[in-house]
């Protein structure tokens, strides 16, 4: 079954503590995305990659980290997380190509960060 | 960056049509016009795309006039379970690859 997978599904930290939320695809796609979804605010991109070894900022990126060393997978890491950044997150996926625009999101990730 | 402007929420009865009309009055020549869909707490889920005239799957339609500034995302027969959040995007180009903008959305609620 095509799909992505993130873990862990419901993360509870402190302050400053890094944590590393994982995220995988089974669809061989190049593009993977993070956002962040809070009340009122929407979605809003945190990084994207569109290959391995190829990662680039979106509209929230600080506080943040990712890498991408293999295509099927792309972390998403807090180094020192903050109580801001209590938010519910997703990772997406995406075949590459102009005009494609269908992307496969996971099921989220809700952290809380105290 | 082409914006798109939509309701924030609209309500609706089952069996309804319901419309959902949405304004992106800066898209660019070669960008398409995409919809998806979101439940409470689960992942935004990809509906339907088209570029111009009319699309049509068989989950909705999508209307686009020929000055393309607008478009019009038509459910048939709405059912309880299509209360979510939808979401109208103008598709950016990056290179090889098209990205997309969430804002924030209409919220649909549908009633017995």
């Known amino acids: 079954e095509a799909q992505v997978t993130q873990n862990p599904?419901?993360?509870?930290?402190?302050?400053?503590?890094?944590?590393?939320?994982?995220?995988?695809?089974?669809?061989?796609?190049?593009?993977?995305?993070?956002?962040?979804?809070?009340?009122?605010?929407g979605l809003r991109q945190i990084y994207y990659s569109m290959n391995v070894e190829v990662t680039d900022k979106g509209d929230v990126p600080e506080g943040y980290k990712v890498s991408r060393?293999?295509?099927r997978n792309f972390p998403l890491i807090l180094e020192s997380p903050s109580p801001n950044q209590t938010s519910l997150y997703f990772c997406a996926s995406q075949r590459a190509g102009l005009g494609s625009y269908e992307q496969y999101f996971g099921p989220g990730t809700r952290l809380t960060v105290t | 960056l082409a914006k798109t402007t939509q309701p924030i929420s609209m309500d609706s009865?089952?069996?309804?049509?319901?419309?959902?009309?949405?304004?992106?009055?800066?898209?660019?020549?070669?960008?398409?016009?995409?919809?998806?869909?979101?439940?409470?707490?689960?992942?935004?889920?990809?509906?339907?795309?088209?570029?111009?005239?009319?699309?049509?799957?068989?989950?909705?339609?999508l209307f686009i006039p020929a000055d393309r500034k607008s478009s019009t995302l038509s459910l048939?027969?709405?059912?309880?379970?299509?209360?979510?959040?939808?979401?109208?995007?103008?598709g950016d180009s990056l290179g090889?690859?098209?990205?997309?903008?969430?804002?924030?959305g209409t919220m649909l609620l549908v009633s017995p």
């Open chain 2, 13 to 61: 009865y089952e069996g309804q049509e319901v419309n959902i009309t949405c304004s992106h009055n800066n898209i660019a020549t070669n960008d398409y016009i995409t919809w998806y869909q979101q439940f409470p707490s689960q992942g935004p889920r990809f509906i339907i795309q088209g570029y111009k005239t009319k699309v049509t799957n068989e989950v909705a339609s």
């Open chain 2, 76 to 90: 048939p027969r709405v059912s309880l379970s299509d209360t979510a959040v939808y979401y109208c995007l103008v």
């Open chain 2, 96 to 104: 090889r690859y098209s990205t997309l903008t969430f804002g924030k």
């Open chain 1, 69 to 71: 060393k293999e295509k």
């Open chain 1, 9 to 41: 599904r419901y993360l509870i930290t402190v302050t400053g503590k890094k944590l590393t939320v994982t995220c995988s695809q089974n669809m061989n796609h190049e593009y993977m995305s993070w956002y962040r979804q809070d009340p009122g605010l």
